[in-house]
């Protein structure tokens, strides 16, 4: 194991259960990271509100790396910056997402859009990151304009699979496509990747690149891993994504987090 000084990690699917819960030992292996003096970031595909439930119970003071790192805002949540999808990416994005016959859902810096508030997982959404969305007829100008993030939603997971094929090929370096979840797909500005996170905090904290762990389990996790000292891949990730990281750990509804913490950074059981 290389030092560990920074353990940066994904949220849902690694962080939290599959019910969105926080549990005790997971809380307890961060509050042991900070008694050691190890800092403790997280990176999302949710916006920054959406991991403010988060904030208190973990005592962030890392900037919080919404949108696959899009935004990056204070645990107070203000914004320090925010990297935009250029216009006519985020109109691309958008058609080819239709055409494939995924709903679209677009997010600027403060607004989650979406055309049918009964469509797959915008109920689920709204539960896990705790505001609703605003129904559009369709998308404004003004609101493409300041696009952080477009999101392709889908229950078929291969159409979810290919779509991110053809939109990557599409877009090429004007565009980050990258599968958050099975049934999303996120394009973002291509410096907001998670990646770019890592890079991001290296800058902020004067910390080495291979001191940083990274925790993930989905396909966009695989970019920090790479620019990371040590990566640990969630059991229920994917045999792509356990294949690009350093250890994999249990599933997180089996505490897989905070195993990964205890095994590889604490030496032990957490207190």
């Not at 966009?220 to 750990?249: H, I, P, Y």
């Not at 997180?252 to 990964?260: I, L, P, Q, V, W």
Request: net charge negative.
């Amino acid at each position: 194991m290389p030092k560990i000084s920074l353990l940066l990690a994904d949220v849902d699917g690694t962080l939290v259960t599959e019910d969105k819960i926080l549990t005790p030992r997971a809380q307890a292996a961060v509050a042991a990271l900070g008694a050691r003096g190890i800092r403790f970031a997280i990176t999302s595909g949710r916006p920054p509100r959406g991991m403010a439930m988060l904030i208190k119970p973990l005592a962030l003071t890392t900037p919080l790396a919404g949108f696959n790192g899009g935004v990056f805002a204070r645990p107070d949540l203000s914004v320090i910056e925010t990297r935009t999808l250029a216009p006519d990416v985020a109109r691309q994005a958008i058609d080819m997402i239709e055409k494939h016959g995924m709903d679209a859902w677009l997010y600027t810096g403060t607004d989650w859009q979406i055309h049918d508030k009964d469509a797959p997982h915008v109920a689920r959404e709204a539960w896990t990151v705790k505001f609703e969305a605003t129904v559009v007829a369709r998308f404004a100008d003004a609101d493409l304009d300041q696009a952080v993030k477009i999101v392709g939603v889908s229950d078929d997971h291969d159409l979810v699979a290919k779509c991110e094929s053809d939109v990557s090929a599409a877009l090429g370096d004007r565009a980050s496509a990258k599968r958050s979840q099975p049934y999303y797909l996120d394009v973002t500005n291509p410096e907001a990747n998670k990646g770019a996170v890592v890079d991001e905090l290296v800058k902020m904290f004067g910390i080495p690149a291979a001191e940083i762990m990274t925790m993930g389990d989905m396909p966009n996790d695989v970019l920090m891993f790479k620019r990371s000292g040590f990566s640990v891949a969630m059991g229920n990730a994917s045999d792509e994504v356990k294949a690009q990281a350093s250890a994999v750990t249990d599933s997180y509804n089996d505490e897989g987090f905070a195993k990964a913490v205890e095994r590889h950074v604490l030496n032990g059981p957490a207190s």
